[in-house]
């Protein structure tokens, strides 16, 4: 797994620091948000690290499907997949 220092993702998803996780596996892990915007705000991030979404190629699209097929599974467990959700991506 390749982290970078100071990264609070990177200290999250090797077990550094805190965070109330959802789910968590090889390649990702799920955690709920600390300053939540809504009843049911989850971050989904890579346990490698990844600086930006800008800095994506095609060797990380199994990585990026991955993390949207573990939203929606994470979805259907809350129960929000029938009413719609939302999925953002920050660059």
């Known amino acids: 797994m390749a ?3 100071g990264c609070i993702f990177c200290d999250i998803g090797s077990g550094k620091s805190p965070a109330t996780i959802e789910y968590q596996d090889d390649r990702v892990v799920a955690f709920w948000d600390i300053e939540t915007k ?6 989904v991030v890579p346990k490698d690290h990844l600086n930006s979404l800008r ?3 095609d060797k990380n699209a199994d ?3 991955w993390m949207i097929l573990v ?3 994470l979805a259907e467990k809350k129960n929000l997949d029938q009413d719609g ?3 953002v991506l920050n660059t």
């Open 3 to 5: 982290t970078v220092a």
């Open 55 to 57: 800095d994506t190629t």
């Open 63 to 65: 990585l990026l499907g």
């Open 71 to 73: 939203s929606k599974r």
């Open 38 to 43: 809504a009843p049911v705000h989850l971050l």
């Open 85 to 87: 959700y939302r999925l």
